[in-house]
């Protein structure tokens, strides 16, 4: 990459997360270009507009949109905001977009993504995951309202950095973008215990979300529910221990704790079941669910939810 100047990043998947990022890096003065699809007109003609409980009031006008990565300039780091369920339909936009050695950050949910989008993309670019810790969502066509947090943690997946130094030395790199947009970013050694970590939150809070139809502050307010995602939480704790993955209680309980002091949310996957869009089970459920069993480990609650939320997302009302 060139020494001078800044990166230049482009953000594959608009939506609440690419926005939020791509509008905090353009405002640090970094060359941000933005794929689109069904919003790229609405973002032409007026804008991203993002709505900050913590940033303020921001609006990136005009910006750098594209219908098509064809279009795109070379991209020295593409940040993948959009779901798991369209990971390898992604593939070639990723490719097309790329720069020679890019780094392509995957800022999803679940587990095994990395995986699942490894092989269709060559071996010559980098691939890293990256957990949001962030309380976010779309509110309208080019219009992102953020509630609380918005760290980003990283690590390496793969790529052509044989070498753990260069590896770190990329994360780094990558934590360093958003640290200098004014977001909390740190390099992770461990990228699949950092995803099971997420799965401690994302199992309960956002499965319950849809099948309860409950936000947030609901489910901590009802006794019964609480003691349902303590034990989910739990079982998540089961299924990392079997796959090598040890993730103290404590964590449990300070996220459980740190979810009563945050603002009344819903989380993204209830968002996805309102806008009848496929919910991400495959990488919040059924990759972690096969994973611990294959290492000997059933966890029946959630595989109860996600037998659930299965028959939701199939039969949409």
């Given at each position: 990459?060139?020494a001078?100047?800044k990166p230049?990043?482009?953000?594959?998947?608009?939506?609440?997360?690419?926005?939020?990022?791509?509008?905090l890096?353009?405002?640090?003065?970094?060359?941000?270009?933005f794929?689109?699809?069904?919003?790229?007109s609405?973002?032409?003609?007026?804008?991203?507009?993002?709505?900050?409980?913590?940033h303020?009031?921001?609006?990136?006008?005009?910006?750098?949109a594209y219908?098509?990565?064809?279009q795109?300039?070379?991209?020295?780091?593409?940040?993948?905001?959009?779901?798991?369920?369209s990971?390898?339909?992604?593939?070639?936009?990723?490719i097309?977009?790329?720069?020679?050695?890019?780094?392509?950050?995957?800022?999803?949910?679940?587990?095994?993504v990395?995986?699942?989008?490894?092989?269709?993309?060559?071996?010559?670019l980098?691939?890293?995951?990256?957990?949001?810790?962030?309380?976010?969502?779309?509110a309208g066509?080019?219009?992102?309202e953020?509630?609380?947090?918005?760290?980003?943690?990283?690590?390496?997946?793969?790529?052509?950095?044989?070498?753990?130094?260069?590896?770190?030395?990329?994360?780094?790199?990558?934590?360093g973008?958003?640290r200098?947009?004014?977001?909390?970013?740190?390099?992770?050694?461990?990228?699949?215990q950092?995803?099971?970590?997420?799965?401690?939150?994302?199992?309960?809070?956002?499965?319950?979300?849809?099948?309860?139809?409950?936000?947030?502050?609901?489910?901590?307010?009802?006794p019964d529910?609480?003691?349902?995602?303590?034990d989910l939480?739990?079982e998540?704790?089961?299924?990392?221990?079997?796959?090598?993955?040890?993730?103290?209680?404590?964590?449990?309980?300070?996220?459980?704790?740190?979810?009563?002091?945050?603002?009344?949310?819903?989380p993204?996957?209830?968002?996805?079941?309102?806008?009848?869009?496929?919910l991400?089970?495959?990488?919040?459920?059924?990759?972690?669910?096969?994973?611990?069993?294959a290492?000997?480990?059933?966890?029946?609650?959630?595989?109860?939810?996600y037998?659930?939320?299965?028959?939701?997302?199939?039969?949409p009302?």
């Open positions: 990459m060139d001078v100047r230049r990043v482009g953000i594959i998947g608009t939506g609440a997360i690419g926005g939020f990022y791509g509008v890096l353009a405002r640090a003065g970094f060359d941000v270009h794929l689109l699809r069904s919003e790229f609405a973002v032409v003609e007026q804008g991203l507009r993002l709505t900050s409980a913590v303020g009031t921001l609006t990136l006008d005009p910006v750098q219908a098509s990565a064809e795109m300039p070379p991209c020295d780091w593409l940040l993948v905001g959009a779901k798991t369920t990971n390898l339909q992604l593939a070639p936009a990723i097309q977009a790329a720069a020679p050695g890019a780094r392509v950050l995957l800022l999803q949910n679940g587990l095994g990395e995986d699942q989008l490894r092989g269709a993309l060559p071996d010559s980098h691939l890293l995951g990256g957990l949001c810790f962030i309380c976010v969502h779309r066509p080019g219009q992102i953020h509630q609380a947090l918005g760290a980003v943690n990283l690590g390496y997946h793969s790529g052509p950095a044989g070498d753990p130094a260069l590896r770190q030395a990329i994360v780094e790199e990558g934590a973008l958003f200098e947009a004014g977001i909390d970013s740190q390099a992770m050694g461990n990228l699949q950092a995803r099971w970590q997420k799965l401690v939150w994302n199992v309960p809070y956002n499965g319950l979300s849809v099948l309860l139809r409950a936000s947030t502050t609901p489910l901590m307010a009802d529910c609480r003691q349902l995602i303590q939480m739990r998540v704790l089961q299924g990392a221990a079997a796959c090598g993955y040890a993730i103290p209680e404590a964590y449990a309980q300070q996220l459980f704790k740190s979810t009563e002091l945050m603002p009344d949310y819903w993204s996957m209830y968002h996805d079941f309102l806008q009848r869009r496929p991400e089970l495959g990488a919040i459920y059924a990759a972690p669910l096969a994973a611990a069993q290492a000997g480990c059933e966890l029946p609650k959630i595989r109860a939810l037998q659930a939320l299965g028959f939701i997302d199939r039969h009302a």
